[in-house]
């Protein structure tokens, strides 16, 4: 991704995105997710040909009164990290380039890879996830 096409998607992302940490499955820790919702499909394919993820369809119950909408959602740790990386110094919301920060410098500090928790950790985890949220 190029510097300019960097800060424009960090634009989309101050505007119409989320940067959150999300669960996937009941029984998992939450994991990075970010979420751009827009009725422009071709602008979110466009950001999808620089981050990666998937394009979601919304229902549209409304169709006479309501464009239809598409969301993207980035959810590969790979694709977040890479992302966040990239567009981190061009986002100008606060709480979306604290949360982006915070995931950068800290997601992995509290996340084996193994996938498996001792005591201590499981208490950093859960004081990272309240930290965040906090932003």
């Known amino acids: 991704m190029e510097t300019w096409e960097a800060s424009y998607v960090a634009g989309i992302i101050d505007g119409e995105g989320s940067i959150t940490l999300t669960k996937m499955h009941r029984n998992e820790f939450r994991r990075p997710c970010i979420s751009i919702a827009s009725t422009d499909k071709e602008l979110l394919i466009y950001v999808q040909s620089l981050t990666g993820g998937v394009i979601n369809n919304k229902k549209n119950y409304k169709p006479e009164n309501h464009k239809d909408s598409f969301t993207l959602y980035i959810k590969q740790k790979k694709d ?24 950068l410098e800290q997601y992995d500090n509290v996340t084996p890879r193994n996938g498996k928790y001792s005591p201590e950790l499981l208490k950093q985890k859960a004081a990272f996830e309240d930290s965040f949220f906090q932003i």
């Open 80 to 103: 977040v990290f890479n992302t966040l990386f990239q567009i981190s110094p061009f986002l100008r919301i606060n709480q979306k380039r604290n949360r982006a920060l915070c995931i």
